[in-house]
């Protein structure tokens, strides 16, 4: 199999264009975005984006591993699991994730009706968090999504807290003293959050606690697009 020149071969020295060898071949940089929230095992990455096969992901992984962006390591017992995860300069590409997130999301193009990954899903939330209002009150959400592209999936936690001092939205162990509980399929919540969809008689959304601090999450999280729109309104980061 012959290998495929890099764009320095050329003699084109930009930092972009080597970028581009780095996490531009096809899948590379999707594989990177399912592991920016945490390690994963290889049949979890695989799970996660669909339309992968078991050959290319191995690929996938040994290039990215060869460039310094993931690392393979055994997490402790009693796990004692061989599992994926970025290298610090490897999390440093969530910015780039940002920043075409950003871009991308003007397009006419943009695949209003696909699902998404739970992680993916959660990239997008904070990739356009903005802080709630001034004067409003610090409010923590737990939201749990479930993958409903496929039958039996395990729910993901995560943690977001919403203030004026900013949101975040985070893979951790729940808090039992958190303002609201949100259960939702991933295609609901995208719904909620990608769409703009009302959360009043929202189908799939389960919320136990404070509704306002869920709306806050909304608030500050919400994209707004509608199928069509070519120029959403995008909060400041």
């Known amino acids: 199999m012959a290998t495929r020149r890099t764009y320095g071969s050329y003699n084109d020295g930009c930092a972009s264009a080597h970028a581009l060898d780095l996490i531009g071949e096809r899948w590379a940089l999707i594989v990177v975005r399912e592991l920016l929230l945490g390690p994963k095992?290889?049949?979890d990455i695989q799970r996660d984006i669909p339309g992968i096969g078991p050959g290319t992901l191995s690929r996938r992984l040994q290039d990215l591993e060869e460039s310094g962006i993931v690392v393979r390591r055994t997490l402790p017992?009693?796990?004692d699991v061989t599992v994926y995860d970025l290298t610090e300069w490897g999390y440093d590409l969530e910015a780039v994730?940002?920043?075409l997130s950003r871009w991308a999301v003007r397009s006419p193009r943009l695949p209003l009706e696909a699902d998404m990954s739970p992680d993916t899903l959660v990239l997008a939330m904070r990739a356009h968090a903005s802080p709630a209002p001034a004067g409003e009150?610090?409010?923590r959400v737990a939201l749990t999504l479930t993958d409903s592209r496929a039958a039996g999936q395990e729910?993901?936690?995560y943690l977001a807290t919403v203030g004026p001092g900013g949101t975040t939205v985070s893979k951790e162990p729940i808090p039992d003293d958190v303002d609201a509980r949100v259960e939702a399929t991933t295609l609901a919540w995208k719904a909620l959050v990608i769409g703009g969809a009302p959360i009043e008689g929202a189908e799939a959304v389960a919320i136990i606690g404070d509704s306002t601090a869920?709306?806050?999450?909304l608030d500050a999280t919400q994209l707004g697009i509608s199928p069509g729109d070519s120029t959403p309104s995008i909060p400041c980061p």
């Open 41 to 43: 095992r290889f049949v």
């Open 77 to 79: 017992r009693p796990a």
């Open 97 to 99: 994730n940002t920043a």
């Open 137 to 139: 009150p610090v409010r």
């Open 155 to 157: 729910p993901v936690e």
């Open 214 to 217: 869920v709306r806050a999450l």
